[in-house]
């Protein structure tokens, strides 16, 4: 078996750095090529490559002092509550740094009886689904715009098809659902949100 052949799974520092090494490399594809691909944050990335690291080498040296697992795991979660919910992450940058952190734990124990190939499995699994998830994100998320109209007429039952044939006429946008947030008969102008998919070469000033 190719575990029994390159020690992969031993508890020496050359199988601690094999481990690293596919550690390493599932998560330069994570962070590199499926977050920021997708957030194109990246002021997070420093962030996320040191905590996987870091995270990593702590669970491989568990093995070799007097502490448990769930303690460990317990500091990090402890790290994260304290940490970074004081700062501007969100929820999907949680879920990244969840998702860092649990790669590098997966990727540090040294099970004799579990193949290789099986750790290679469960990386793929997380990094596909990841993967995945984004690309259903971007195929069916809206992006949203506060603007006040002027043409209370078209609100009306019925006039709905007119409605988004127009704003998308005024704002160049395809416009698809319509959400009204006020109504001033007095002045005649309503205030709506709108929503629409974003073409990716449109740039906000």
């Known amino acids: 078996m190719i575990e029994n052949f390159t020690g992969y799974n031993s508890l020496s520092v050359w199988g601690i750095m094999m481990r690293f090494g596919v550690n390493l490399f599932f998560l330069f594809i994570l962070i590199r090529f499926v977050y920021f691909k997708y957030s194109k944050k990246e002021k997070f990335l420093f962030t996320f490559f040191l905590i996987g690291i870091t995270v990593f080498f702590i669970c491989a040296m568990l093995r070799k002092v007097e502490i448990n697992i769930g303690i460990g795991l317990g500091l990090f979660a402890i790290f994260g509550i304290l940490r970074f919910r004081t700062r501007n992450f969100s929820t999907k940058d949680m879920a990244?740094?969840?998702?860092?952190?649990?790669?590098?734990?997966?990727?540090?124990?040294?099970?004799?009886?579990?193949?290789?190939?099986?750790?290679?499995?469960?990386?793929?699994?997380?990094?596909?689904?990841?993967?995945?998830?984004?690309?259903?994100?971007?195929?069916?998320?809206?992006?949203?715009?506060?603007?006040?109209?002027?043409?209370?007429?078209?609100?009306?039952?019925?006039?709905?098809?007119?409605?988004?044939?127009?704003?998308?006429?005024?704002?160049?946008?395809?416009?698809?659902?319509?959400?009204?947030?006020?109504?001033?008969?007095?002045?005649?102008i309503a205030d709506l949100e709108v929503y629409f998919k974003e073409d990716k070469n449109f740039v906000s000033a």
């Open 96 to 188: 990244y740094i969840f998702a860092t952190i649990g790669l590098s734990v997966i990727n540090s124990l040294s099970m004799i009886d579990f193949p290789f190939y099986g750790f290679i499995m469960i990386n793929v699994v997380i990094v596909l689904s990841a993967f995945t998830l984004e690309e259903f994100l971007r195929k069916n998320s809206f992006s949203s715009h506060c603007i006040v109209y002027n043409d209370i007429n078209l609100l009306k039952p019925g006039s709905r098809n007119k409605l988004l044939k127009d704003l998308s006429n005024k704002t160049g946008l395809n416009i698809l659902k319509i959400r009204v947030i006020k109504i001033d008969y007095k002045r005649e």
